[in-house]
C-alpha cells in the first residue's frame, strides 16, 4: 500500500528524513513513534504529497508519487483519509456539513450525502450531534468528528498525526478503538504518535524513527 526507498527530506539545512525504506502493506496497522523532531510528519505529509521528497521513491497504492503531476495529486488524495491534531473542523458549520463536506469535495451525489455521513457519525458515537456546532463539543467528541470526515468516502488508506495528542487516557483509549475498527473494515490506517499506550500490547508493527532515521521496527 506504501512503500518508501531511500527516501529523504531537508528543510532549510535541517535534515528530516534521511535514507528512509518501509513498507505498509494492504490492510496494515502501522504505528510510527519517537521524539518529536524524528519525522513523524514529515513522513505522514510525503505521503499525500503535501510534500516531496529530496530523494528516493515513494508509491501508494501502486503509484509512483513523487514524480506525480499536479493534476493528479487530488485524485490521489481522494484516497487518502487523513486526520490532524488540530482539528480544523469549520466553525461555521455543524457537524453533519463538516462530514458531507468531505464528500462533496470528491463529487458525490447529494442523493448519497445523508445516508452515509449519518451511518459514519453512528460508527463515531457522534450520530446524536449532527446538528451541533464544533465549539458545543468535548475535544475527544471533535476528533471523532475529524475521523468521521476522513472516512466518510471510505479511502483505502487513513493517516493520523498524533491523533490523542490533547486527549486524557480514557478518551484516547476511545479514539484507538475507532481506528481498529476502521483497520477491521479492511482500510490501511498508519498513525503517527509519542503515546505508548497507543500501541502497547497491539501486536501491530511499530516504526520507531531518530533523528530522521528509522532507529528499529519493532511489534507491540
Partial sequence: MVRF????????G???????????????????????????STLLKLIYRAIRPDEGT???????INGM??????????SIGVVFQDFRLLSGKTIYENVALAMRIRGA?????????????KMVGLRHKADCFPDTLSGGEQQRAVIARAIVAEPVLLLADEP???????????IMRIFK?????????????????????????????ASGKIERLDVG
Fill in 58 to 64: 515513494i508509491t501508494v497504492n501502486g503509484a509512483a
Fill in 181 to 209: 475498527d476502521i483497520n477491521a473494515r479492511g482500510t490501511t490506517v498508519i498513525i503517527a504518535t509519542h503515546n505508548r499506550d497507543l500501541y502497547t500490547g497491539t501486536g501491530r508493527r511499530i516504526m520507531r524513527l
Fill in 109 to 121: 451525489a447529494e442523493r448519497a450525502l445523508k445516508p452515509q455521513v449519518m451511518e459514519t457519525l
Fill in 14 to 40: 535541517q535534515q528530516a528524513l534521511s535514507g528512509v525504506d518501509f513498507e505498509a502493506g494492504r490492510g496494515e496497522l502501522l504505528f510510527i513513534t519517537g521524539a518529536s523532531g524524528a519525522g513523524k
Fill in 5 to 12: 526507498e531511500n527516501v529523504s527530506k531537508t528543510y532549510d
Fill in 69 to 78: 503531476g499536479a493534476r493528479h495529486v487530488p485524485g490521489l488524495r481522494r
Fill in 164 to 174: 490523542t495528542g490533547n486527549l486524557d487516557p480514557d478518551t484516547s483509549a476511545g
